[in-house]
């Protein structure tokens, strides 16, 4: 067995590049190690899970790695073990356990003067009032993070930023910023290589695309995102490729495609435990179900989407259930 600091090491390479399925299987062998009191270890393991959308080993090991720090009082431990629970919350739904983990994050970056942290904490925290219809509100925590990250070079934080920014103004039916965010989210990852990253970013790209009416280039970036996530074994990943290519389907008047996929991609979001995700797969679902003349399976999918988001308090979301299915949002 490595002593500490070397599986640490190790762990964390593997996490800057990407290699996440890499990260879980080799901490398997180190399980006496993270249990004997490594909350480094056990973040760095559980971090990748999170990346992964294995939400219920993330929630053990960071909640592991957290009180760990706190035994120690380690402040910078502290804050980041919060700001992932806060990612694994938002990404289960529970949004005032989001908001509470990442104010008690950035209350910590603030005492620290991490400026790096306190950026990516306001990046997540953006999400969550973007989540509640705070559209402006939402864009401002984006854009102090964009401008901290370019002044620090932070390639991976500036293409998940840009990919926020561009989320924000699609969802508006402002589709030029949308486009220029997205290229630039899609330029950065290209170079940070990270194939999670990557495949989420051309995935978004792909979603303007649809907006746009661009049905070719869409699938064709569909196409690359889905090897990607499938080759770096990112099941939720794969599930949200499955939620834009429904959409897509969709527009194209193939109404039994987008329904098989976005049942897909339901199905795995809801096994994953990704609240926000299984409920777009779902609305997607509806709107399917309803075109194909399917009152009743329309309505059970329906109200599935509502109830998750209602649960997130997602505004937005719930705005867009009614609107046209074949229609682009505008």
Do not use: K
């Given at each position: 067995m490595l002593p500490g600091d070397d599986i640490l090491s190790e762990l964390r390479d593997l996490l800057s590049q990407g290699r996440y399925q890499d990260v879980l299987a080799r901490a398997r062998p180190e399980v006496a190690l993270v249990a004997s009191g490594e909350p480094a270890v056990a973040l760095a393991v559980g971090t990748a899970a999170t990346r992964l959308g294995q939400y219920d080993t993330a929630q053990s090991l960071?909640?592991?790695a957290l009180r760990g720090f706190r035994a120690r009082a380690d402040d910078d431990g502290r804050a980041r073990a919060l700001n992932v629970l806060g990612a694994i919350a938002f990404e289960q739904g529970r949004m005032p356990d989001a908001v509470t983990h990442?104010?008690?994050a950035l209350e910590l970056a603030g005492t620290l003067g991490d400026t790096l942290f306190a950026a990516r904490v306001s990046n997540n925290l953006g999400s969550a009032l973007h989540?509640?219809?705070?559209?402006e509100a939402s864009r401002s925590r984006y854009r102090a993070a964009l401008w901290a990250y370019q002044r620090l070079g932070e390639r991976r934080f500036l293409a998940e930023t840009c990919h926020n920014l561009a989320i924000t103004f699609r969802l508006d039916g402002d589709l030029d910023p949308a486009a220029d965010f997205d290229e630039e989210a899609v330029r950065h990852a290209d170079v940070i290589g990270d194939p999670v990253l990557l495949a989420l970013m051309i995935t978004g790209r792909a979603e303007t695309w649809i907006e746009r009416r661009e049905y070719a280039l869409a699938g064709e970036g569909l196409g690359r995102a889905l090897r990607l996530a499938q080759g770096a074994g990112d099941e939720l990943g794969v599930a949200e490729v499955r939620r834009v290519e429904a959409e897509r389907w969709l527009r194209l008047g193939q109404a039994g495609r987008s329904l098989e996929l976005a049942q897909e991609g339901q199905a795995t979001a809801r096994r994953l435990g990704s609240a926000l995700l299984e409920g777009e797969c779902a609305a997607?679902?509806?709107?399917?179900?309803?075109r194909l003349g399917r009152p009743g399976e329309a309505a059970a999918a329906r109200a599935v989407a509502a109830e998750r988001f209602r649960s997130l308090g997602a505004v937005l979301h719930l705005e867009r259930l009614d609107q046209t299915p074949d229609e682009p949002s505008h």
């Amino acid at each position: 067995m490595l002593p500490g600091d070397d599986i640490l090491s190790e762990l964390r390479d593997l996490l800057s590049q990407g290699r996440y399925q890499d990260v879980l299987a080799r901490a398997r062998p180190e399980v006496a190690l993270v249990a004997s009191g490594e909350p480094a270890v056990a973040l760095a393991v559980g971090t990748a899970a999170t990346r992964l959308g294995q939400y219920d080993t993330a929630q053990s090991l960071c909640g592991f790695a957290l009180r760990g720090f706190r035994a120690r009082a380690d402040d910078d431990g502290r804050a980041r073990a919060l700001n992932v629970l806060g990612a694994i919350a938002f990404e289960q739904g529970r949004m005032p356990d989001a908001v509470t983990h990442w104010s008690s994050a950035l209350e910590l970056a603030g005492t620290l003067g991490d400026t790096l942290f306190a950026a990516r904490v306001s990046n997540n925290l953006g999400s969550a009032l973007h989540l509640e219809g705070r559209i402006e509100a939402s864009r401002s925590r984006y854009r102090a993070a964009l401008w901290a990250y370019q002044r620090l070079g932070e390639r991976r934080f500036l293409a998940e930023t840009c990919h926020n920014l561009a989320i924000t103004f699609r969802l508006d039916g402002d589709l030029d910023p949308a486009a220029d965010f997205d290229e630039e989210a899609v330029r950065h990852a290209d170079v940070i290589g990270d194939p999670v990253l990557l495949a989420l970013m051309i995935t978004g790209r792909a979603e303007t695309w649809i907006e746009r009416r661009e049905y070719a280039l869409a699938g064709e970036g569909l196409g690359r995102a889905l090897r990607l996530a499938q080759g770096a074994g990112d099941e939720l990943g794969v599930a949200e490729v499955r939620r834009v290519e429904a959409e897509r389907w969709l527009r194209l008047g193939q109404a039994g495609r987008s329904l098989e996929l976005a049942q897909e991609g339901q199905a795995t979001a809801r096994r994953l435990g990704s609240a926000l995700l299984e409920g777009e797969c779902a609305a997607v679902a509806a709107r399917a179900a309803a075109r194909l003349g399917r009152p009743g399976e329309a309505a059970a999918a329906r109200a599935v989407a509502a109830e998750r988001f209602r649960s997130l308090g997602a505004v937005l979301h719930l705005e867009r259930l009614d609107q046209t299915p074949d229609e682009p949002s505008h």
